[in-house]
């Protein structure tokens, strides 16, 4: 685990690093197994992105060191990374100081998109919605239970704080994202934190085809703190319920917008 940053030191924004976000891509981006390296780098990566684990404006750690991580090939990673560049995720500059630079600018939510989802979508987003319930409770019940120390506090705390500090919806969304999968990642299971990260890949599917709500946004964020309240406090069994109703009143509003 990372050591906690110097007294004083004010969160950064979310276009620049971020106090979570290197212990995440430490455990998001897990060895490529079975025969489709580069697909599985393209998936593992772009997931990273659109999750907000490498925000807008970030750099992508090295080659080498992204090589060594998800155990592939230097010129598998070049692969990966020139479709993510044709995805229009990242750009890569050259020169002093140059590297793979995240660029992906959020999509404006579209009614049509919406109308356009198979029935075959729909039901696979209702599945991943009832998934989300049983996963993401258990996790905030899991972590409520155990002892944190002070740097995992610290950690869920910042995370939580990147979501109140967001300057705009994309953004807010992303650090929406970026506080489940803290959440996830301190239950110690790669497992549980796969399933999140799966979780919230259909799930900023679903919201990218409905209106941002203003209501629903800080309905959220006010739960955001109720389930950081009870996880501190080790209050399980609360953190639990304010996970499943979080997941209830979400699963509620898509079910009732994307039909």
């Known amino acids: 685990m990372t050591a906690p940053p ?3 030191q ?5 276009a ?31 997931t990273a992105i ?21 155990h592939v090939s230097r010129a598998t ?29 959020p999509q404006t939510p579209s009614a049509r998109k919406a109308a356009r989802t198979t029935a075959e979508q729909r039901a696979d987003w209702l599945d991943a919605l009832e998934f989300r319930r049983i996963v993401e409770a258990g996790a905030a019940y899991q972590v409520a239970s155990t002892t944190l ?3 995992a ?32 990642s301190l239950t110690g299971s790669p497992r549980t934190l796969e399933s999140v990260t799966s979780v919230q890949a259909s799930l900023h599917e679903m919201l990218s085809a409905i209106p941002v709500l203003d209501a629903n946004i800080a309905h959220s964020d006010a739960q955001h703190a109720t389930l950081l309240r009870a996880v ?15 997941c209830d009143d979400t699963a509620a509003l898509l079910r009732g917008l994307l039909g």
Do not use: N, W
Not at 51 to 69: F, K
Not at 232 to 246: K, N, P, S, V
């Open 153 to 184: 506090r610290a950690r869920l705390e910042a995370a939580h704080l990147a979501v109140a500090g967001a300057t705009s919806r994309a953004r807010h969304r992303q650090a929406d994202s970026r506080f489940h999968l803290t959440l996830a």
């Open 77 to 105: 990673l070049r692969e990966a990374i020139v479709a993510l560049r044709a995805a229009d995720l990242v750009e890569t500059r050259r020169g002093r100081g140059g590297g793979t630079v995240v660029t992906m600018k």
């Open 6 to 8: 110097p007294t004083g």
């Open 10 to 14: 004010q969160l950064p924004d979310l």
């Open 16 to 46: 620049g690093p971020d106090l979570s976000a290197p212990d995440l891509s430490g455990v998001m981006l897990r060895p490529v197994r079975g025969h489709h390296a580069f697909e599985a780098c393209v998936e593992q990566l772009a």
């Open 149 to 151: 120390d002070d740097q």
């Open 50 to 70: 659109r999750l907000g684990v490498y925000p807008l404006g970030s750099m992508l750690p090295a080659e080498r060191e992204l090589a060594e991580r998800m």
């Open 232 to 246: 501190l406090a080790g209050r399980a069994d609360r953190a639990r319920q304010t996970m499943e109703e979080h």
